[in-house]
Antibody, heavy 113, light 112 residues
Framework: EVQLVESGGGLVQPGGSLRLSCVAS????????MNWVRQAPGKGLEWVAN????????YYVDSVKGRFTISRDNAKNSLFLQMNSLRAEDTAMYYC??????WGQGTLVTVSS | DVVMTQSPLSLPVTLGQPASISCRSS???????????LNWLQQRPGQSPRRLIY???NRGSGVPDRFSGSGSGTDFTLKISRVEAEDVGVYYC?????????FGPGTKLEIK
């Protein structure tokens, strides 16, 4: 069974940083593109970032370019999202996803003073 | 960016009746490999998204056969043959042909 478990969310002040983690199980992690998707409270879904199987290709939505970094550790079946210079508009539930077919339960990021 | 639109945005349905959701993209979703990367997702209240349909018309693992997808190019449709209570939630179309991948605004299905 595919499982994706996110952690690392919390309350942070504007301008601060957070690092989200996602541990995967139930599939060969190193064989899949992975992604982060977010959902602001009461809003729709927004794709944030993608990373290919070996981490050599990364894509970001314009609103997070230069502030967020996606990475992975295939030896530990783990996906990460380093978020710097956080803004109020980054407040959302962040979901770890596998190639657009499975998503975890999410971790909530709140950016507020 | 590819803009995805959906209609209707709100869909009240009687139990046992069919339902249909339309999704349109601002440009063709046919990729260079010939595939069309259009998925349909379901998000039940308080839950994370779940993929129902991939590549326009393929049902995901464990998805009931009352769900079906069709379409091509820029026009796509999700149909539910007979709505059940567990189908309540928001349905999104999603394209991953072009970067950035984008979602439709969502269609909220409720029981009348």
């Amino acid at each position: 069974e595919v499982q994706l478990v996110e952690s690392g969310g919390g309350l942070v002040q504007p301008g601060g940083s957070l690092r989200l983690s996602c541990v995967a199980s139930g599939f060969t992690f190193s064989s899949y593109w992975m992604n982060w998707v977010r959902q602001a409270p009461g809003k729709g879904l927004e794709w944030v970032a993608n990373i290919n199987e070996d981490g050599s290709a990364k894509y970001y939505v314009d609103s997070v370019k230069g502030r967020f970094t996606i990475s992975r550790d295939n030896a530990k079946n783990s996906l990460f999202l380093q978020m710097n210079s956080l803004r109020a508009e980054d407040t959302a539930m962040y979901y770890c996803g596998r190639s657009g077919d499975y998503w975890g339960q999410g971790t909530l990021v709140t950016v507020s003073s | 960016d590819v803009v995805m639109t959906q209609s209707p945005l709100s869909l009240p349905v009687t139990l046992g009746q069919p339902a249909s959701i339309s999704c349109r993209s601002s440009q063709s979703l046919v990729y260079s490999d010939g595939n069309t990367y259009l998925n349909w997702l379901q998000q039940r209240p308080g839950q994370s998204p779940r993929r129902l349909i991939y590549k326009v018309s393929n049902r995901g693992s464990g998805v009931p056969d009352r769900f079906s997808g069709s379409g091509s190019g820029t026009d796509f449709t999700l149909k539910i043959s007979r709505v059940e209570a567990e189908d309540v939630g928001v349905y999104y179309c999603m394209q991953h042909t072009h970067w950035p991948h984008t979602f439709g605004p969502g269609t909220k299905l409720e029981i009348k």
